[in-house]
């Protein structure tokens, strides 16, 4: 993506009034940076949207191929969905830090210092985040193959579900989730300490931002698989959950979610004990 430098205090009259336009709009790489964050949510949104609306039959048939069934097409469309998942779910949580790097940038172009555009940085975050929807592609498939996710695509058991509800909420009090949580918080030291003004620079500090990202909430989106791949409710809610995280709420709200996740896992394991009690049912 090519270089942008900032000509707003010199004009841009010498082009021609649509060109003039362009020109004034990618001279504010905030604006850019906003654009783009609100566009690709959109769009994850709305394919998220279609899949659940389409024929559920169908879609279930492809998404949950019985073992020995799987076909190109079973894995395009579950890795699909993944990606849609993840544009929806992250890119919000992404805004403070798309933002920060685009404030920082606008700075520099003001002083007519070379800058490289923000959608690179976000674009070096995607792909962070498009290889953890090619991983859980992968899981989910396996899952289903083993007979761990049932019609809705989620967890088959109550036991299962609250194992995976055990471990995010254990994950919430981890070193590693916090080391990574005040990365994304705070990214303006990382962005002033690493700061790059070539496009492969910048795309490596949105890779490595992707990577703190994913550090801090791995083990949340894995609860997709207890809840439902296609539950949106529960999508919103985590979406919500995650980005809140990021906008330094303290420790006191990650350690808030983390008791809830654990509770919601106990009591999942508990039904699932007490479905298999001597004497339930009688």
Not at 59 to 81: E, K, Q
Not at 186 to 198: C, I, V
Not at 199 to 228: H, N
């Amino acid at each position: 993506m090519a270089d942008m430098t900032d000509r707003t205090d010199q004009g841009f009259d010498y082009l021609p009034r649509a060109a003039a336009g362009v020109g004034a709009a990618f001279a504010r790489p905030k604006w850019i940076a906003g654009a783009c964050v609100v566009a690709l949510t959109a769009l994850g949104w709305l394919a998220l949207a279609l899949m659940t609306a389409a024929n559920n039959d169908v879609f279930a048939a492809v998404c949950r191929p019985d073992t020995g069934a799987l076909t190109a097409s079973s894995v395009a469309i579950t890795a699909l969905m993944w990606a849609a998942m993840v544009l929806a779910m992250m890119l919000p949580s992404a805004a403070p830090m798309i933002l920060t790097y685009a404030e920082i940038a606008d700075t520099a172009a003001r002083k007519n210092e070379t800058i490289v555009s923000p959608l690179t940085l976000a674009a070096g975050y995607t792909v962070i985040w498009l290889g953890f929807a090619a991983l859980a592609t992968v899981a989910q498939l396996a899952l289903s193959g083993a007979a761990l996710l049932d019609s809705g695509i989620a967890a088959s058991s109550d036991l299962f579900a609250g194992a995976i509800f055990i471990a995010a909420g254990l994950y919430q009090f981890s070193a590693l989730k916090h080391a990574c949580l005040r990365q994304c918080q705070n990214p303006f030291p990382f962005f002033f300490t690493n700061w790059a003004t070539t496009p492969r620079g910048v795309f490596r500090l949105g890779v490595e931002q992707g990577l703190f990202c994913l550090g801090c909430c791995w083990a949340m989106m894995l609860v997709m698989f207890a809840v439902g791949v296609m539950n949106i409710v529960w999508m919103a809610g985590l979406g919500i959950v995650m980005t809140a995280e990021k906008m330094g709420t303290g420790k006191w709200f990650t350690h808030a979610v983390g008791v809830a996740l654990l509770l919601a896992g106990a009591g999942f394991v508990l039904s699932g004990f007490a479905a298999h009690w001597p004497g339930h049912g009688i």
